[in-house]
C-alpha cells in the first residue's frame, strides 16, 4: 500500500479509545468571545427596514406548493362528474305552484299539475340535491289534481241534475264576452 496524500486518513488508523474530557476550573471561562471582535451595531441608513426573505416551511403535505409569492396553492384530484344541477326539480316545483294557483282554470291548471308531476318525478330520479323541490312539486302539483278532479265531479254532476243547465251555460259564457 501507497500513502497518498490526497485522501484523508490514509492508510487506516486504528481506532483509539475515546478520551475522556478533562474537568475544567470554575474560574476559567472556556467560551469567552475574542477580544477583537466588535459588538453588533445595526447597520445605519435611510430609516427603511431591510427585506429580510421569509424561511420557508417544510411541506408536510405532497399536494401543498409555494408559489413565487409565497402563497399557498393547491392542487386536487378533480371532483367526479356530478349529475345536472336540480333544473327538473325547480321546473316541476314551479309548475306545481303555479298548477295550484291556476286549478280554477282546469284548462291551464291540469297542463301544468301534470308537466309539474313528470319534471318532478324525473328530476327526483336523476339528482339528489333537488330532493326537496322534487317533493315540493309532487305534493303541490297532485293537490292541483285532486281539486281539478273534485270540480269536474262537480260540475258533471250538477249538468246532469239540471235540465237547463246547458242553456244557462251557454248564456253565462256569452254575457262574459
Not at 478520551?19 to 435611510?46: C, H, K, R, S, T
Not at 316541476?92 to 291548471?109: A, E, W
Request: aromatic fraction near 12%.
Amino acid at each position: 500500500m501507497d500513502y497518498d496524500p490526497q485522501i484523508p486518513n490514509y492508510p487506516p488508523q486504528p481506532e483509539q479509545p475515546p478520551q475522556q474530557p478533562q474537568p475544567q476550573p470554575v474560574d476559567q471561562q472556556p467560551y469567552a468571545a475574542p477580544q477583537n471582535q466588535q459588538p453588533y451595531q445595526p447597520p445605519q441608513g435611510n430609516g427603511a427596514y431591510q427585506q429580510i426573505p421569509p424561511a420557508s416551511a417544510p411541506s408536510y403535505y405532497p399536494d401543498y406548493q409555494q408559489n413565487s409569492y409565497n402563497q399557498p396553492t393547491y392542487s386536487a384530484e378533480p371532483y367526479p362528474p356530478q349529475s345536472s344541477t336540480p333544473g327538473l326539480s325547480i321546473a316541476g316545483m314551479i309548475c306545481g305552484i303555479l298548477s295550484l294557483l291556476t286549478c280554477c282554470f282546469y284548462y291551464i291548471g291540469l297542463p301544468l299539475a301534470v308537466l309539474g308531476l313528470i319534471f318532478s318525478i324525473i328530476g327526483m330520479k336523476r339528482n339528489a340535491n333537488g330532493k326537496g323541490m322534487a317533493v315540493a312539486g309532487i305534493v303541490t302539483s297532485a293537490i292541483t289534481l285532486a281539486i281539478i278532479v273534485i270540480m269536474l265531479i262537480i260540475v258533471l254532476v250538477a249538468a246532469n241534475s239540471s235540465p237547463y243547465f246547458y242553456y244557462e251555460f251557454e248564456n253565462w259564457l256569452e254575457s262574459l264576452y
